[in-house]
């Protein structure tokens, strides 16, 4: 079992920043790689970043790439989002989730989820 607990969402303008936090508990966390995804009202849960513990290369979305960066740091078990000049589409809920083995942009191959952080952008 991997517990996931995201934190750090908020409301924001538009071109501003948050850190989005994702902390992981469980024997055996080290060994999954870990996911950022969104959701926005109506819409899909859709990929954002990903990234391997110990320094993996990462991964983005088309989307938020230059703009938000993923990160991790295991003596705290915890990954991190920073998301630089934020746009209002980046409004949505944010979850960190967990992944043994697959492909990292498909949401639905992913092991373990956390109950999500809502991020708001107005504009």
């Known amino acids: 079992q991997v517990q996931l607990v995201e934190s750090g969402g908020g409301l924001v303008q538009a071109g501003g920043s948050l850190r989005l936090s994702c902390a992981a508990s469980?024997?055996?966390?080290?060994?999954?790689?870990m996911g950022w995804f969104r959701q926005a009202p109506g819409k899909e849960r859709e990929f954002v970043a990903a990234i391997q513990w110990g320094g993996g290369v990462p991964y983005y979305a088309d989307s938020v790439k230059g703009r938000f960066t993923i990160s991790e740091n295991y003596a705290k078990s915890t990954v991190y989002l920073q998301m630089n000049s934020l746009k209002p589409e980046d409004t949505g809920i944010y979850y960190c989730?967990?992944?043994?083995?697959?492909?990292?942009?498909?949401?639905?191959?992913?092991?373990?989820w956390g109950q999500g952080t809502q991020v708001t952008v107005s504009s």
């Open positions: 989730a967990a992944q043994l083995r697959g492909r990292v942009a498909a949401s639905h191959e992913y092991d373990y």
């Open positions: 469980g024997r055996t966390f080290s060994s999954y790689a």
